[in-house]
């Protein structure tokens, strides 16, 4: 990546922690154990994008909510 280069991921992010009182808990783990099946796939919490960001070089800069399920992950060089 150039100076002044950003990297925009989109995904889903799970929570740290399950709480069994959130309705929409079910919903966003079954995406995750579709991505099991697959060979590698998987979701991820914002500390593990943390670190996965960091092993390549990049800093999470912000994470961005969307109306979906998806939200837009910002990242910079470290």
């Given at each position: 990546?150039?100076?002044?280069?950003?990297?925009?991921?989109i995904?889903?992010?799970?929570?740290?922690?399950?709480?069994?009182?959130?309705?929409?808990?079910?919903?966003?783990f079954?995406?995750?154990?579709?991505m099991?099946?697959?060979?590698?796939?998987?979701?991820?919490?914002?500390?593990?994008?943390?670190?996965?960001l960091?092993?390549?070089?990049l800093?999470?800069?912000?994470?961005?909510?969307?109306?979906?399920?998806?939200?837009v992950?910002?990242?910079?060089?470290?």
């Amino acid at each position: 990546m150039g100076e002044g280069a950003r990297l925009l991921v989109i995904e889903r992010i799970l929570p740290e922690r399950i709480d069994p009182s959130d309705v929409l808990t079910p919903g966003r783990f079954i995406h995750d154990i579709n991505m099991m099946v697959s060979p590698g796939g998987r979701e991820r919490t914002e500390a593990e994008f943390r670190d996965l960001l960091a092993r390549a070089g990049l800093k999470l800069m912000r994470i961005v909510a969307t109306p979906c399920p998806l939200s837009v992950i910002e990242t910079d060089p470290a």
